[in-house]
């Protein structure tokens, strides 16, 4: 198999002429919106709504406080371990493709890494919608099966002694990853901490930045 | 099904590449798609597996070749199809169905969609068990991936009774079964080569073992 296979009996699966203005995919889902509001089956201001949600109010901020509490809280931290739905409830982040949440912690043992290799199944509330890696076929068939050459791609190396622990969400459960404290952040502020988690550090395929790779 | 969907340990898709600032869309017609799936599953004419079945349902050289909101787009088609909801005739008031308002938008995605429901029976299995995955290849809609079929693990969570996706995406009910989170060794999935300390979980149900 190549890389890129094309059908060449159907020109418009390619993925680079969806970019050009008119391609048939824009005419397409154009056609499609008009007809499902005509229908009354879609509510315009719905829908901005919707996109507005995804695009500017949900992202990987939440998360990253979710984590900074943790590590400044050890009560929250045990919560979080403990329920991760509920605890993260507490910071009012909830709902669609966040309904079963587990928090997995990395340690001095243990490093964590989140896929879904049937689908594209990824923590809403928490991270926002995944970033295309995520959702492509290079991450999610490679990384179940050679989890640390997926993060030698992200410049990342864990010892050989320590246990690489992949979670393939194949069903309604989400995974939330708890990366380690970095050095040097004693006595950091929650919003301090927070600067230093980084999506794919909530992933697995990131480490947490250190505090000199980030202006305080 | 055995589709382009189910990539465990497919090989030659080359390095995971990460786009630095990466923005949520990359074209705006994608941000109409998300928003046009999440407003129509809304009316609740189907649910989240028959949904994933849709975009899955197709030759996997569409699959691999799609962008993913390319994929999302034909998968909504056609479940509208499916639901003859393109008919000339129908509209919503024709199947008395309410749309998704504006201000319940941040409610209804607040609430979500749980899966978990009241167990039919007692669960089989408890943490510390070890199970062994069928080997079936079904044409219909699973998540049990071919890579973990006919592999022994061992159950690590107990997460109680949910919808069981193989029956709720074709219409036979939501028929709950216990779901747990199992832990095969990599040695085991992959061969001798790979490093003895590290391991893949994955949630399974109950009717998914041996």
């Known amino acids: ?216 | 099904m055995n589709g382009g969907q189910d990539l465990g340990g497919v090989m030659g898709f080359g390095p995971v590449i990460d786009e630095p600032n990466e923005p949520w869309f990359h074209e705006r017609w994608e941000t109409r798609v998300l928003g046009l799936t999440l407003a129509m599953g809304a009316l609740g004419l189907w649910n989240i597996d028959k949904g994933r079945h849709a975009r899955e349902n197709r030759p996997p050289s569409q699959y691999l070749n799609w962008s993913y909101y390319r994929i999302w787009l034909a998968g909504l088609e056609d479940l509208l199809n499916q639901n003859n909801l393109l008919d000339k005739a129908a509209n919503a008031t024709s199947r008395n169905l309410k749309p998704l308002v504006a201000d319940k938008v941040a409610a209804t995605l607040a609430r979500g969609g749980p899966s978990n429901r009241t167990a039919q029976a007692p669960a089989r299995y408890k943490v510390g068990d070890s199970i062994t995955t069928n080997n079936e290849h079904r044409e219909h809609h699973t998540r049990l991936p071919r890579y973990l079929r006919g592999q022994t693990g061992e159950i690590v969570i107990v997460h109680g009774a949910h919808v069981f996706p193989d029956c709720s995406a074709h219409d036979k009910g939501e028929n709950p079964q216990w779901l747990y989170t199992v832990r095969f060794k990599a040695t085991d999935l992959w061969g001798q080569d790979k490093n003895p300390n590290d391991h893949v979980h994955a949630d399974l149900w109950e009717p998914y073992f041996v």
């Open chain 1, 1 to 216: 198999m190549t890389n890129h296979p094309h059908d060449h009996t159907h020109p418009h699966s390619h993925d680079h002429e969806e970019g050009s203005a008119l391609s048939d995919t824009v005419l397409r889902v154009r056609a499609l919106e008009t007809l499902l509001t005509e229908k009354g089956y879609v509510d315009p201001a719905a829908l901005d709504e919707l996109i507005d949600t995804y695009e500017h109010k949900v992202g990987p901020r939440n998360g990253a406080a979710v984590v900074a509490k943790a590590w400044a809280d050890a009560d929250y931290r045990k919560r979080l371990i403990s329920d991760a739905t509920a605890a993260i409830a507490e910071l009012d982040f909830t709902g669609r493709q966040g309904e079963h949440m587990i928090a997995v912690e990395n340690t001095d043992e243990i490093h964590n890494m989140v896929v879904c290799t049937l689908c594209s199944c990824y923590p809403w509330p928490v991270l926002g919608l995944p970033p295309v890696w995520y959702k492509s076929p290079p991450y999610r068939s490679r990384v179940v099966i050679d989890p640390r050459g997926v993060l030698a791609d992200f410049g990342v190396t864990v010892p050989e002694s320590k246990e690489v622990r992949v979670w393939d969400s194949t069903a309604e459960v989400r995974y939330l990853v708890i990366p380690q404290r970095p050095d040097g952040t004693d006595g950091w502020s929650q919003e301090q901490l927070a600067e230093l988690v980084t999506r794919n550090s909530m992933i697995g395929t990131g480490l947490a930045l250190n505090p000199d790779e980030v202006n305080t």
